[in-house]
Antibody
Framework: EVQLVQSGAEVKKPGESLTISCKGSGYSFPSYWIGWVRQVPGKGLEWMGIIYPGDSATRYSPSFQGQVTISVEKSINTAYLQWSGLKASDTAIYYC????????WGQGTLVTVSS | DIQMTQSPSSLSASVGDRVTITCRASQGIKNDLGWYQQNPGKAPKRLIYAASTLQSGVPSRFSGSGSGTEFTLTISSLQPEDIGTYYCLQYNDYPITFGQGTRLEIK
C-alpha cells in the first residue's frame, strides 16, 4: 500500500526557519515525483513545486520560486519543504503528493506562523 | 501559465441528482487532467486521471470526459458522502495548475 506520512503540526514565529517532511513507503520512492501543495485555511489548492527523487530535479511554481526550497533524501525515502524566513502569510496546510498527477496524498502538515 | 477555470464555483443538489462540474483550460492540455475530491477537514483524494480514467477504489458513479480544453466531471447519482470541494488539475505543462474549486453541498 502506498503511503505518504508527513511530519506534525508546527507553530513558529515570523522570521524563523522551518523544514517539514514527507516519507514515502509501499512503492519505488526514487521513481515517482513528489509534489507540494499549499492550502490557506478556507481557500483552494495551490501547486508549489515538485522534485524527482531519482536525480533531485526540481521545478517550482513562479509564485513560490525563491520563497521555499524543496529537497529530498532518497536513502530514507523522504522529501522536504523548507523555509528560511517564515511570514504570517505562510500559515497554511501543506500537503505532499506522489506523481506528476498527484496520485496519492499525505495527511497534511499545518504550519502556523504567529508572533 | 495554463489557467484552469472551473464552473460552477458552488452548487447545491439533492441526493440522487446527476451533478456536472466543468473545467476549461486556457490552452490545449490533451488529456493531462485529473479530478480531486476534498471532503471537509480531509486531505484531497484523486478520483480521475488522464481525464477519464477512474482511480482504483472510486465508486463508478464518478466519471470524467473531455480533452483539449474542455473537461467534465459527472456524478451520476449524488450521495451524502460526496459533499466537499472538487478541483481539477492540469499536469500537461509547468507550472502545474489547479482550478479554483467547486463546493458541493446537499440540499
Amino acid at each position: 500500500e502506498v503511503q505518504l506520512v508527513q511530519s506534525g503540526a508546527e507553530v513558529k514565529k515570523p522570521g524563523e526557519s522551518l523544514t517539514i517532511s514527507c516519507k514515502g513507503s509501499g512503492y519505488s520512492f526514487p521513481s515517482y515525483w513528489i509534489g507540494w501543495v499549499r492550502q490557506v485555511p478556507g481557500k483552494g489548492l495551490e501547486w508549489m513545486g515538485i522534485i524527482y527523487p531519482g536525480d533531485s530535479a526540481t521545478r517550482y511554481s513562479p509564485s513560490f520560486q525563491g520563497q521555499v526550497t524543496i529537497s529530498v533524501e532518497k536513502s530514507i525515502n523522504t522529501a522536504y519543504l523548507q523555509w528560511s524566513g517564515l511570514k504570517a502569510s505562510d500559515t497554511a496546510i501543506y500537503y505532499c503528493a506522489r506523481g506528476l498527477a498527484l496520485d496519492d496524498w499525505g495527511q497534511g502538515t499545518l504550519v502556523t506562523v504567529s508572533s | 501559465d495554463i489557467q484552469m477555470t472551473q464552473s460552477p464555483s458552488s452548487l447545491s443538489a439533492s441526493v440522487g441528482d446527476r451533478v456536472t462540474i466543468t473545467c476549461r483550460a486556457s490552452q490545449g492540455i490533451k488529456n493531462d487532467l485529473g479530478w480531486y475530491q476534498q471532503n471537509p477537514g480531509k486531505a484531497p483524494k484523486r478520483l480521475i486521471y488522464a481525464a477519464s480514467t477512474l482511480q482504483s477504489g472510486v465508486p463508478s458513479r464518478f466519471s470524467g470526459s473531455g480533452s483539449g480544453t474542455e473537461f467534465t466531471l459527472t456524478i451520476s447519482s449524488l450521495q451524502p458522502e460526496d459533499i466537499g470541494t472538487y478541483y481539477c488539475l492540469q499536469y500537461n505543462d509547468y507550472p502545474i495548475t489547479f482550478g479554483q474549486g467547486t463546493r458541493l453541498e446537499i440540499k
